[in-house]
C-alpha cells in the first residue's frame, strides 16, 4: 500500500475512533490521534498477520503497550478483518469485547493485556527471546507512549534486550510530548530518547510519526543493526489531526461535545480525501 | 527447636524441583527457565550446564522477569520463572496479574525460598504473604509441595498444566512424607492419616509438623486427622466439609500470614457450608522477628507440641 492509501486508511480509522469516542462518551482521543499512524502503516504495510489464523505461530506479533489507545487498535483490526467493523459501535457497552484495554482473552489479534503502562516491553522482549531460541523469522513490534518510558520496568526491558541482542524487536515510542497531566518536559522530561536508548545497546531511527513513508521504512527490514534491537522514535502529535486537540495536554481523555465533534470530523474528512 | 528433626532424613525440596525440571527439559525442548540473577539460589546451574540457551537470566529485574515470560509463553515457550518468593510474587505481582493471570498466559511461577525460609535475613525476606496475594487471582492456582516428592509431581504437573500457576518451594528441609511414584491432583488434598476427634490442615514445611503434633495428640488419647493441602487454590472444598461433619473441628497450620492463606481459604468453605470451631496457626500478623525458620515457626506456636496444645484447646470449643 503506497503512502497515499495509507494516508486515506489512516483519515477513515481516525474518524471511525473519533465516533466512537463521541458515541461511548469516553477514551483517550488524543493518544489515539498520535498513534494511529503507527498502527495504520504497521497493519497495512508491515505485520504478517492473517485475521484467518491469528494464532499463527509464524505471525509478526505487535503489541500496544499504550493500552488505553485501545480504540484505536480496535478500529485498526476491524479493518483488517479481525472483527467486524460495526462491533466498533459497542466500545464500552456493557459486555462489549472492547473495553477500554485491550484483551486477548476476548479479541483475536491481541497479543497481551495491557493497561497498566510499562507491561508491553517486557512481553515483547520474551516474545522475541521466543523467536530467536528457535530461529524463528517472525518479529515482534512494541507500541509505548513517551510518558509511559517513566516506567521503570521499560529500562528493565531496555537492558535484556541489548544483552539478548534482540535484532528482531522493534521498539515504537509515541513521543507525543504529552502525558496525563501535563507536558512530560514539565514531569519527568526523558527526551531526547535517542542518546538513552543508544547507550543502552540500541539502534535508534528518529522520524516524523506522521509520515508514512518514514514510518514504513523505519520499522522495515531496510534499517537496524545486527545483533542490536531497535528503537523508533515517532514525533508525533497528540490529537493529531484536529486543529484544537493537537498538542494540548486537555485531550488526553477529553470527549469532544457535538459542535467539536463536528469541527473534529470535518478537520478529519478534508485531509483525508 | 522442639521438632524432632533427624538432619540426615531431610531434603531440600529446590533439589527435587530441578531434577524433575532438567528431565521435563530433557523430553521437552520448549520447556525454558528464567530467573533473575538467581542462578545458584534457584538451583539452576545444572540446568544452566544442560541446557545453556534455555537459562534466561534477565538480571536482577523482576518485573521485566515476568513479563518476559509471558512473552516467551506467546512465544510457544514454557517457562518456568524462578525467584526468590518474595521478590517474584512482590515486586511483579502487577505482572503476575496483568501478563500471567488476566492474559492467561502458560507461566510457571516458582517462588524459591518462600515463607521464613530466609528467617533471618529479616522481615523483606519472608514471603509470607503469597497465599494471599496470588491466591486472590483468577488463573492461577497456588500449589504449596510438602516434601521433595511431591514438589517433584507438581513439577510434573505444571510442565503440562495449560496455563499459569505459583509453586511455593521452600528451602528448609522436610523429610519424606510421600512414596516415589507420587502423582499430583491440583485441587485434591492428600489425606496423611485419619482421626475422629479434630482434623489438622497443613502445607508446605508444616505438613511434616503437623504429622508429629498428630502423634503427639494420639498419645494424649485424641484421633486427629491430618490432611495435606497444597493447593490452596483451587481448594478441595469436599475434603474440608468432609472434616468438618466428621470431625467436627479444624485447625489450620501454615508459613503464613493468618490473613488470607491457608487458614483463611479453609475458612471461607467453612464458614459457607459447614460452620465449626476453627483454630488459624501461621504468624499472627506481624514482621517476624530475627531467627532460623524452624526457630520462628516455634516461636510463632507451631512446635509439634504446641500445634498438639492447640489442638487440645480446639476441641474445647467443639458443640
Known amino acids: ?273 | 527447636m522442639n521438632a524432632p528433626f533427624e538432619t540426615a532424613r531431610l531434603h531440600d525440596c529446590r533439589d527435587a524441583f530441578v531434577g524433575m525440571l532438567e528431565e521435563l527439559a530433557a523430553a521437552n525442548r520448549d520447556i525454558v527457565a528464567v530467573c533473575n540473577d538467581s542462578v545458584g539460589s534457584s538451583k539452576l546451574t545444572g540446568f544452566r550446564d544442560r541446557f545453556p540457551d534455555r537459562l534466561i537470566n534477565v538480571g536482577i529485574a523482576e518485573q521485566n522477569m515476568v513479563g518476559v515470560g509471558a512473552g516467551l509463553a506467546n512465544g510457544g515457550k514454557v517457562p518456568f520463572v524462578c525467584a526468590a518468593a518474595p521478590f517474584l510474587t512482590g515486586r511483579a505481582l502487577e505482572q503476575i496479574k496483568a501478563d500471567v493471570a488476566y492474559s492467561q498466559t502458560n507461566v510457571k511461577l516458582v517462588g524459591i525460598s518462600s515463607g521464613m525460609a530466609y528467617g533471618e535475613l529479616g522481615a523483606t525476606h519472608h514471603s509470607i504473604e503469597d497465599f494471599a496475594w496470588i491466591r486472590a487471582l483468577p488463573n492461577v492456582p497456588v500449589i504449596a509441595p510438602a516434601d521433595r516428592l511431591e514438589t517433584a509431581a507438581a513439577v510434573a504437573w505444571a510442565a503440562v498444566h495449560d496455563g499459569g500457576c505459583f509453586l511455593r518451594l521452600s528451602r528448609v528441609g522436610v523429610p519424606d512424607l510421600f512414596t516415589e511414584g507420587h502423582v499430583f491432583e491440583l485441587g485434591k488434598a492428600n489425606l496423611l492419616r485419619d482421626g475422629g476427634d479434630v482434623t489438622l490442615i497443613a502445607n508446605g514445611v508444616l505438613t511434616h509438623r503437623t504429622l508429629i503434633a498428630a502423634a503427639r495428640l494420639a498419645a494424649r488419647g485424641v484421633s486427629a486427622r491430618v490432611l495435606n493441602m497444597a493447593s490452596v487454590r483451587p481448594i478441595d472444598a469436599d475434603a474440608i466439609r468432609a472434616a468438618a461433619s466428621e470431625t467436627g473441628a479444624i485447625l489450620t497450620c501454615e508459613e503464613h500470614t493468618i490473613f488470607g492463606g491457608l487458614g483463611s481459604a479453609v475458612a471461607e468453605v467453612v464458614v459457607d457450608s459447614c460452620p465449626v470451631p476453627m483454630t488459624r496457626l501461621g504468624v499472627p500478623g506481624v514482621f517476624a522477628h530475627t531467627g532460623s525458620a524452624n526457630q520462628l515457626l516455634d516461636d510463632f506456636g507451631m512446635s509439634p507440641e504446641a500445634i498438639a496444645d492447640s489442638a487440645v484447646a480446639l476441641l474445647g470449643r467443639k458443640v
Open chain 1, 1 to 273: 500500500m503506497d503512502s497515499q492509501e495509507l494516508r486515506f486508511v489512516a483519515s477513515r480509522i481516525r474518524r471511525r475512533d473519533l465516533q466512537a469516542v463521541f458515541e461511548a462518551g469516553a477514551g483517550h482521543v488524543g493518544g489515539e490521534m498520535s498513534v494511529i499512524d503507527i498502527l495504520t502503516c504497521l497493519y497495512f504495510n508491515e505485520l504478517s498477520v492473517d485475521p484467518a489464523a491469528p494464532l499463527d505461530p509464524e505471525r509478526d506479533r505487535l503489541v500496544l503497550s499504550k493500552g488505553h489507545t485501545a480504540l484505536a487498535l480496535y478500529v485498526v483490526l476491524a479493518e483488517r478483518g479481525f472483527l467486524p467493523r460495526d462491533e466498533i459501535s459497542t466500545f464500552l457497552k456493557h459486555r462489549s469485547r472492547l473495553n477500554g484495554h485491550p484483551n486477548r482473552v476476548y479479541l483475536p489479534g491481541v497479543e497481551t493485556n495491557t493497561g497498566p503502562l510499562g507491561h508491553g516491553l517486557p512481553v515483547a522482549v520474551g516474545m522475541a527471546k521466543a523467536a530467536k531460541l528457535d530461529d524463528r523469522s517472525w518479529r515482534t513490534f512494541v507500541i509505548v507512549g513517551d510518558g509511559e518510558m517513566q516506567e521503570g520496568s521499560n529500562w528493565e526491558a531496555i537492558m535484556a534486550a541489548a544483552q539478548f541482542r534482540l535484532d528482531n524487536l522493534t521498539l515504537i515510542i509515541d513521543h507525543n510530548r504529552l502525558q496525563q497531566g501535563a507536558r512530560l518536559s514539565e514531569t519527568n522530561d526523558l527526551a531526547p530518547f535517542r542518546p538513552k536508548l543508544e547507550a543502552f545497546g540500541w539502534h535508534v531511527e528518529d522520524i516524523d510519526g506522521h509520515d508514512h513513508s518514514q514510518i514504513c521504512h523505519a520499522v522495515s527490514t531496510a534499517t537496524g543493526t545486527p545483533g542490536k534491537p531497535k528503537c523508533v522514535v515517532a514525533n508525533t502529535n497528540k490529537g493529531h489531526g484536529i486543529s484544537f486537540m493537537s498538542d494540548n495536554v486537555a485531550w488526553h481523555h477529553k470527549v469532544p461535545d457535538e459542535s467539536q465533534y463536528r469541527q473534529a470530523m470535518a478537520e478529519l474528512m478534508e485531509t483525508g480525501e
